[in-house]
Each structure stands twice: as structure tokens, then as C-alpha cells.
């Protein structure tokens, strides 16, 4: 009678914690290259579903059109730009400038290169739950990071969150590649990806804590040259970055607004998951999964745990506790919760591991949890794609002034929304009223800011018009808040006429009296 051998996405699942040559062992017994683009296109594909439908509907919100307009200014004037704000994520900026120029920039073009970078982040996430545990817990690992809400709302915003989050799997993947079969090349590779890494966003090279865990167990199993290697290429990767993050430290001041509470730490799973229900879930079976993540625990513990952490610790002084900000952890939770259940299902009885009922087991098992938590989150990924309850309707705004304008007509802004910017984005491709306040453009100034008329009444000379864009819209006139010398200016020369009221937005017209 022939003894009974497990097979070995079994084996995986039983002995998670097998060291780093079982990889190698996996792919040249046959689960291989076709498991390895199972594990990558299924979970891909499943977040391109998610992201992609609805790309340009919801309207670009204020720090789109940040990114919108760093990335079609001049060369030049970029290069002013981030002089003074914004150097952590130039490269990004730099990227969309080419892209633009080939792309467009629509709101679904725009945001294309992000929902890429999400279905990407997905298949990686199923790689690395391959390499790491079995087939079957990248797969399902991959596809609940496919379906959380979160996930698709970053990767519908044109912002670099999606880009961290790919290339700090991407780097992490490649590490445990350059421990398993050392190289030159792959250790090159690995000091690169920190490198983007750090390009797309600084808060993700936290990443780097859990890989000094996997480094130090090679170590100690005895690689004499793992710790060596891996200095070489972080440093690489870090030195690349040193420039930037060097001037960086002295813009820090530019996210001085976000005053982190205590509140916002208890309400973190809901904003990272997409409600209390499912971030409670998921990060219960986290930390089941940590029980039996084996050697990766550490590395997975210190990914999804220690940047929260961190950030929320030095907020006062650094402001970082975004959930935005800390969008890369979500692939070590729903790896942990991965683990966790494959490893639940291969002890559920003894005798279903033998021959292939737990294949099918597996294969249904990772069916229904990632069935049920789409079911559960669907609602939250439809809501990812409306427009931002808090921010205004710019949009609509533009079409008013559209519908409405005549030549001669002039524009003028208040408010604390970045209306300037916004507008000139949805008017970008029609004809727009002259900005009759703006005495120095943002170019000029090498900011964000436009600098605002000193003589009002001087300025306003020769404009009979003006369309009124007022995101004071609480129920106090639009001109509260406006610097008192133009208001008195305006409401000297020109008297209310047509308003609409839109999304936290007002448009008015003022006709010379």
C-alpha cells in the first residue's frame, strides 16, 4: 500500500512557517508558474472590476486638482514649486506631466495610471500570499485587498497612495526573492523598489521594519552575507531618496492642519475598511493570523501595526495619521486574515486533508469568504465612487458660469477651498471669465496660491460683470470672510443679482450698480 504524501499547497498550509527554500521546492514540484499567474491575475482583474467602472464620474476634489495643475505647469515652474511645497512626492508630479502628454487630462485619465497601480497592488498581494503561506491563501488574500472599499477609492483619485502601496508589496516581495535566491540582480532590484518606495509616498518605507525581521531570521539560520547584502541595498534605496526627503523635512509644515484626536484612532478601522463590522472582522482574524503566520509574523505584525502606530504617536509633531497615508497596510491585514483562514480550514478534520477534499475545501472556502466580504463591502465601494459629500460641486459650478457667460465678463473667488484652481480646471477646455483679482499667478509666486489684487477698485475697473464663486455657503453672504478692502470694493461698484446655490458652493452674479 502506498503511504499517503501530502501534496504541497497542503504542506503550505499546515507548515507556514517552512523557511524560504520551500519557494523553490513549490514551484519545481508543479504549482509553479501556472499557480503563480492564478495567484496574480484573479485578484488583479477582480480590483480592476472594482476601480475601473466609473473612473471620471465622480469629480476631482481638491487635492486632484493639486496634482492636476503641478502636473501641466511648466518644467520650470515645477521645479519653483517644489522648492517650496510638495518635494516628497515630485517624482509622482513628474510622472503625470508625462503622462498628461500623452494621456490627457480628463478625470478618468487622470486616474487611470492609480487604478492600474490598485490592480497591480492586488496580484501582488496574491503573489506574495503564494510565496509566503500557499496558492490558496494568496489568492484569497489578494482578493479581499480587491474588494475593500478603500481601495477603490484611492485607486479612483489621482494621487500617489496606490503607487506606494504597489511598490512597498513589490519591495517586499523582492526581498524574500533576493533571500531565497541571492543576486546581485535582485538585490539591486530590491534597493530600487525602496527607493519608489519612498518616491510615492515616505510614511510607506515603514515598511522596512518587518523586512530587518526576515534579514535577521536568515541570519540566524545561517546566511552570512544576508545582513550585508540587505544594507547595501537599503542604503541604495535610501540614499536615492535623501535628497528629497532632506528638503522635505523643511515643508512639513504644509500638513500642520491635520490635528490628530483620539477619535480619529478609534474610528481608523471603520475609515481603513470601510466600516466598523468589516474593520473589526478583519482585524480579529489579523490577529489569529499572526498565531500562525509563522516566520512572517513579525514582518506582517510590523506592516499592518507599527505605521498606525507610529503616526499616531508623533501626530502633534509630524501630522502624518491619515488613513490615506497609511493605505499600504491593508495587504499585510488581509494576508493575516488569509493565513488564518487556510489555516483554519486544513484543521477542520483530519481526514479532509487527505487526497484532494481539501483542494475543493480551499477552493470553496476562498470563494465564499471573499463572496461574502464583497457582499458586505459593495455598498461602501459604490459610495467610494460618488463625489465627496464635504466638498463642493465645482462641476456644477462651471456649468452655471458655462451656460452663462458673455464676453467682458470677469471671475472672482472666496473662500478656503482652493476655488481658484478648481475652477480653472472645469473650465479648462471652455472659455472662462478673466480672473480680474489675480494680481501674481501661482507660477509666479512658485506656490499654489495666486496673489490677490492690493488696488480692488482699480482692478475691477472696465469689468460691468462678475461671476462670484463663494464656497461660503452655511447660509452667510458669499462675500464673508473676503479681505475688507475687496469687499468694499465690490459691494461699492456691483449689486447681487442671480445666485444658485449648489453643494457647498455658491454662484452669483454682480452687476456694476
Not at 480672473?435 to 507660477?443: G, I, K, N, R, S
Not at 442671480?498 to 457647498?504: A, E, G, S
Request: proline content about 5%.
Amino acid at each position: 500500500m502506498t503511504a499517503y504524501t501530502p501534496s504541497v499547497d497542503e504542506t503550505a498550509a499546515q507548515e507556514p512557517e517552512d523557511d524560504a527554500s520551500s519557494d523553490h521546492r513549490r514551484s519545481a514540484d508543479g504549482v509553479g508558474r501556472g499557480s503563480a499567474w492564478l495567484a496574480f491575475l484573479l485578484p488583479a482583474l477582480v480590483a480592476a472590476a472594482c476601480v475601473v467602472p466609473g473612473l471620471g464620474g465622480r469629480q476631482l476634489w481638491r487635492d486632484e486638482h493639486a496634482t492636476w495643475w503641478a502636473s501641466t505647469i511648466s518644467w520650470h515652474d515645477l521645479g519653483r514649486l517644489i522648492g517650496s511645497i510638495d518635494v516628497v512626492i515630485a517624482p509622482y508630479y513628474a510622472a503625470m506631466h508625462l503622462w498628461i502628454d500623452v494621456a490627457g487630462d480628463s478625470a478618468a485619465m487622470l486616474r487611470l495610471p492609480e487604478a492600474l497601480a490598485m490592480a497591480v497592488s492586488a496580484g501582488l498581494v496574491g503573489l506574495l500570499g503564494r510565496r509566503m503561506f500557499a496558492v490558496r491563501t494568496g489568492v484569497l488574500a489578494g482578493l479581499l485587498f480587491a474588494v475593500v472599499p478603500m481601495v477603490t477609492r484611492y485607486g479612483q483619485e489621482a494621487r500617489p497612495y496606490a503607487f506606494a502601496t504597489m511598490f512597498a508589496l513589490l519591495a517586499t516581495l523582492w526581498l524574500i526573492r533576493a533571500l531565497d535566491k541571492p543576486s546581485l540582480r535582485n538585490w539591486t532590484l530590491y534597493g530600487l523598489a525602496i527607493a519608489a518606495t519612498g518616491f510615492s509616498h515616505l510614511v510607506a518605507m515603514a515598511v522596512l521594519a518587518g523586512h530587518v525581521w526576515l534579514v535577521f531570521l536568515a541570519k540566524k539560520r545561517g546566511d552570512r552575507i544576508a545582513h550585508y547584502a540587505f544594507a547595501g541595498a537599503a542604503l541604495l534605496g535610501l540614499s536615492i531618496t535623501f535628497p528629497m526627503v532632506a528638503q522635505g523635512t523643511g515643508q512639513s509644515g504644509q500638513i500642520a492642519w491635520n490635528v490628530t484626536t483620539t477619535k480619529d484612532l478609534t474610528q481608523f478601522p471603520d475609515t481603513l475598511f470601510g466600516s466598523w463590522i468589516t474593520g473589526g472582522v478583519v482585524m480579529a482574524l489579523g490577529v489569529v493570523g499572526l498565531m500562525v503566520a509563522g516566520r512572517y509574523s513579525v514582518l506582517l505584525a510590523a506592516w499592518a501595526v507599527l505605521p498606525p502606530v507610529l503616526t499616531f504617536l508623533t501626530a502633534n509633531q509630524l501630522h502624518l495619521f491619515l488613513p490615506r497615508y497609511l493605505l499600504f497596510t491593508i495587504p499585510a491585514w488581509t494576508l493575516l486574515v488569509a493565513a488564518a483562514l487556510t489555516r483554519l480550514v486544513g484543521r477542520l478534520d483530519p481526514e479532509v486533508r487527505r487526497g484532494t477534499g481539501v483542494q475543493v475545501l480551499s477552493g470553496l472556502l476562498v470563494a465564499a469568504v471573499a463572496a461574502g466580504y464583497a457582499f458586505v463591502a459593495w455598498p461602501a465601494i459604490g459610495d467610494a465612487k460618488k463625489d465627496l459629500p464635504m466638498e463642493p460641486d465645482f462641476r456644477g459650478a462651471a456649468n452655471v458660469v458655462a451656460a452663462g457667460e458673455k464676453s467682458g465678463d470677469g471671475m472672482i473667488f472666496n473662500g478656503g477651498m482652493s476655488e481658484r484652481r478648481a475652477m480653472a480646471y472645469e473650465l479648462r477646455d471652455r472659455k472662462a471669465p478673466k480672473d480680474v483679482l489675480m494680481e501674481y499667478t501661482p507660477q509666479e509666486n512658485g506656490s499654489y496660491g495666486a496673489t490677490e489684487c492690493r488696488k480692488p477698485a482699480s482692478c475691477l475697473k472696465g469689468t460691468d460683470r462678475l461671476w462670484l464663486i463663494s464656497t461660503v455657503s452655511d447660509g452667510r453672504p458669499p462675500l464673508t470672510g473676503m479681505n475688507e478692502k475687496t469687499a468694499a470694493a465690490i459691494e461699492k461698484s456691483f449689486k447681487a443679482g442671480r445666485t444658485v446655490k449648489l453643494n457647498h458652493i455658491v454662484v452669483q452674479v454682480l452687476e456694476r450698480k
